[in-house]
C-alpha cells in the first residue's frame, strides 16, 4: 500500500532563506507526483507536476526533485517571502491505471517578515 | 476559465438532515474527484469519475454517502443523513488525462460542513 509522509509537520524560517520540504513515498512504481500549496481557508493550487521519467521540475522560486528509486520528493523554495506561508502538500499518483492521488499530510510552512 | 466551481462555500446543519454539495468542473476536463479534509485524517480520496462514469468509490465512507455526475459539468456529492462526524471541508477536483495532458488535479476551494 502507498503510503506517502512529509517531514517536517511545520517549518519556520526568516525572510530570504532558501529552503527545502521533503516528501517521500513507500512505492517508488508512481507514475507522476504533483506538489500543491493549500492557504488557510482555501483550497489546494497546483505548484508542479513531475513525470515518473523526470528528475526535476522548476517554475519561478520553486523547484521540485524526483527520485524514484529511493522514493523521495523535495520542493527547493529560493529567496523565501512572507507571502510563501502556506501548507505545502505532494501528492502520488500511483499508475496510470487510476487517476487517484495519495497525499501526504503536509508541512505548513511560515516565514517570517 | 472560471476553474473548478463548488456551492455552497459554507452548510451549516443539523444531524438527521439530507446535504447535497455541488460541483462544476473545468470545461473538457475528463475527471472528476471528491475529497474530504479533516485534521485528523488529512485529505482522503471519496469517490472519482470519468466521462461521467464512478470509477473507484472505494474511498466513500459509508452508505450514507452518495455522489452522482448526471453530465459532463455537474456533479453531486449527497450526505443523507447527515452526522456530526461528517464535518470537514469537501473539495471537489478535476484533470484531463487523455492525450498529452498532463493529469494535473485542479481543485475548488472547498465547502465547509458543519453538521450540529
Known amino acids: 500500500k502507498q503510503e506517502v509522509t512529509q517531514i517536517p509537520a511545520a517549518l519556520s524560517v526568516p525572510e530570504g532563506e532558501n529552503l527545502v520540504l521533503n516528501c517521500s513515498f513507500t512505492d517508488s512504481a508512481i507514475y507522476n507526483l504533483q506538489w500543491f500549496r493549500q492557504d488557510p481557508g482555501k483550497g489546494l493550487t497546483s505548484l508542479l507536476l513531475?513525470?515518473?521519467?523526470?528528475r526535476e521540475q522548476t517554475s519561478g522560486r520553486l523547484n521540485a526533485s524526483l527520485d524514484k528509486s529511493s522514493g523521495r520528493s523535495t520542493l527547493y523554495i529560493a529567496a523565501s517571502q512572507p507571502g510563501d506561508s502556506a501548507t505545502y502538500l505532494c501528492a502520488v499518483r500511483p499508475s496510470s491505471n487510476t487517476g487517484k492521488l495519495i497525499f501526504g499530510q503536509g508541512t505548513t510552512l511560515q516565514v517570517k517578515p | 476559465d472560471a476553474g473548478v466551481i463548488q456551492s455552497p462555500r459554507h452548510e451549516v446543519t443539523e444531524m438527521g438532515q439530507e446535504v447535497t454539495l455541488r460541483c462544476k468542473p473545468i470545461?473538457?476536463?475528463?475527471?472528476l474527484f471528491w475529497y474530504r479534509q479533516t485534521m485528523m485524517r488529512g485529505l482522503e480520496l471519496l469517490i472519482y469519475?470519468?466521462?461521467?462514469?464512478?470509477?473507484?468509490d472505494s474511498g466513500m465512507p459509508e452508505d450514507r454517502f452518495s455522489a452522482k455526475m448526471p453530465n459532463a459539468s455537474f456533479s453531486t456529492l449527497k450526505i443523507q443523513p447527515s452526522e456530526p462526524r461528517d464535518s470537514a471541508v469537501y473539495f471537489c477536483?478535476?484533470?484531463?488525462?487523455?492525450?498529452?495532458?498532463?493529469?494535473?488535479?485542479?481543485f475548488g476551494p472547498g465547502t465547509r460542513l458543519t453538521v450540529l
Open positions: 477536483a478535476s484533470s484531463k488525462m487523455g492525450g498529452r495532458a498532463t493529469s494535473e488535479q485542479f
Open positions: 470545461s473538457g476536463h475528463d475527471y
Open positions: 469519475f470519468n466521462n461521467n462514469v464512478p470509477i473507484d
Open positions: 513531475i513525470q515518473s521519467s523526470q
